[in-house]
């Protein structure tokens, strides 16, 4: 790969600008500036060489996105023309994976920006069961540095980075869990590399002989000076093995703390873990509910290990990501899109969508929370009081967990053979 220096100019961050998974490290997943949307339409479909599993990010006056062909993308946001396009590397097929769903495996995870190197992020598997950080100039996609982001735990060559990089404390942070199908011998964990690209990786591994896959598409939450992940099911040894949790950790991947339900074991053995949705922190508490269908309840100062939860209640089984607005989030929950409000007592659920409307994580804006119903390719716009429709479009069949992206009168969805952005009217 080509070496070159590893800073450059910053791109100037708008407020309407979109530069890592739900726009910011929190997750939230809110834009302001939204237009209210009366009315859907395509305004133009971007077809590239491979599927966007990535959230399409805007910068610099440029929609972004990464495809499994371990190529990135700079697009006009008026039409969609390639402004410029870059290669990172050479994609694993399918047929020389263990298991996995995804052919061929490049960069499926969103990218992120850091806007004190002004270095745009991307994560790439390669040819040989390889993983590889990538620092690219956003102007031009130019390749800045490139190095090696194993994972320190398991079998590297099992690993597969589906959560979204994080920009962080002068680092990127790297999540890793495992192939669909589960195969092999992984350990969930999660790498850091400095921005600057120079200096030691700095790794956690989930302490489980197998599994513990960090997988969710938001990656790791940034929560004051921590760091939030779930994990998925654990090796089922008997005794607590870290999986099936919550964890924070420090910029420094130090494990400070986690929670865990007392049904851990359970979980596990039924594939029903935390793991497959990021923590949401909402009006000063973190909510998680994964596969289960139970929502709990955590204390963010003191996370609560094995059963310390403030609240539980039963839910809804949630994947992906959150959305916050205020003191609502906005749920991916397998039978559609839920609001809820938090407090130390529990959860409290405003509305829930009509179960044949989208689950994917949401974004919100406009007064509208978006999500999209991958496998009919459908884009929703629902009323953010009632969760009523308000509109819909045809975008194109997606990846598993797709988000939007929201800009002021524009929204953009990944799918499997590009972009498509879709204006937004008020009528």
């Avoid at 995870?109 to 004190?116: E, F």
């Avoid at 955590?298 to 949630?318: E, M, S, V």
């Avoid at 044949?356 to 919100?364: E, L």
């Avoid at 953010?384 to 069949?397: E, H, M, N, P, S």
């Amino acid at each position: 790969m080509p070496q070159a220096t590893a800073t450059g100019t910053p791109v100037a961050v708008g407020a309407s600008d979109w530069v890592t998974f739900h726009r910011d490290n929190a997750r939230n997943g809110t834009a302001a500036g939204v237009t209210h949307p009366g009315k859907l339409t395509v305004a133009w479909r971007a077809h590239l060489d491979s599927a966007v599993y990535g959230q399409p990010l805007l910068l610099g006056g440029m929609v972004i996105a990464a495809t499994e062909n371990d190529s990135v993308y700079g697009l006009s946001p008026a039409d969609g023309h390639v402004l410029w396009h870059t290669t990172v590397g050479r994609p694993e097929p399918l047929s020389q994976l263990p298991c996995g769903n995804i052919d061929p495996l490049g960069i499926t995870a969103t990218p992120a920006y850091d806007p004190v190197t002004g270095s745009l992020f991307v994560l790439a598997e390669t040819e040989g069961r390889h993983h590889i950080l990538a620092a690219l100039d956003p102007t031009t996609g130019g390749v800045r540095w490139t190095r090696p982001a194993e994972p320190a735990a398991g079998d590297v060559a099992d690993a597969q980075e589906r959560g979204a990089l994080t920009v962080a404390f002068g680092r990127v942070y790297i999540p890793y869990g495992g192939l669909a199908g589960d195969c092999g011998n992984y350990v969930g964990s999660v790498v850091a590399i400095p921005t600057s690209g120079s200096g030691n990786q700095l790794s956690y591994g989930v302490p489980t002989p197998r599994n513990g896959g960090i997988w969710t598409p938001a990656g790791v939450v940034v929560h004051g000076q921590t760091l939030l992940a779930a994990v998925g099911n654990g090796a089922e040894t008997g005794n607590y093995d870290g999986s099936d949790s919550v964890l924070e950790l420090t910029p420094d991947l130090k494990r400070a703390d986690f929670f865990a339900p007392t049904e851990w074991s359970a979980d596990n053995a039924a594939d029903l873990d935390l793991g497959s949705m990021s923590p949401t922190v909402v009006n000063g508490y973190v909510l998680i509910a994964g596969k289960r269908g139970t929502a709990y309840v955590l204390n963010p100062d003191h996370l609560g290990g094995i059963g310390g939860q403030l609240a539980q209640i039963p839910l809804c089984a949630a994947y992906g990501a959150a959305a916050v607005d205020g003191s609502t989030a906005y749920l991916p929950c397998r039978g559609g899109i839920r609001a809820v409000t938090v407090d130390a007592k529990g959860v409290s659920v405003l509305w829930q969508a009509d179960p044949q409307s989208a689950a994917d994580p949401p974004a919100v804006g406009g007064g509208a929370v978006w999500s999209i119903d991958d496998g009919a390719g459908i884009l929703y716009a629902l009323d953010q009081r009632t969760g009523k429709q308000i509109a819909q479009v045809q975008v194109g069949k997606g990846p598993h967990f797709a988000s939007p992206t929201l800009g002021q009168d524009r929204a953009y969805v990944g799918t499997l053979d590009g972009v498509t952005a879709v204006g937004i009217s008020a009528s």
